[in-house]
């Protein structure tokens, strides 16, 4: 708790705002009363950042790379050796 890794497609950008709200509700770390939520927005992500900057977060000291791996559509057939 108290942690938020998001990244958003292109065809959903619009959930954006939804995504971050959410975080806040259902993930926030809740401490003497306080609540805390350390979000990881993507480096590339500007729009991302703007709205989490315009609810009041900070951009913080460390980064941490996040990476993705594309699926292709139909994913291809992998030939496994014998025995598998």
């Known amino acids: 708790m108290g942690e938020a890794y998001v990244e958003v497609s292109a065809e959903d950008a619009g959930l954006k705002r939804d995504m971050l709200a959410y975080a806040e509700e259902h993930l926030a770390a809740c401490s003497g009363g306080a609540k805390a939520l350390r ?6 992500d500007d729009e991302f950042q703007h709205i989490a900057l315009q609810r009041g977060y900070e951009t913080g000291d460390s980064y941490e790379e996040m990476s993705h791996f594309v699926i292709p559509n139909p994913f291809p057939a992998i030939s496994l050796p014998d025995g598998f």
């Open 39 to 44: 979000m990881h927005i993507s480096g590339q």
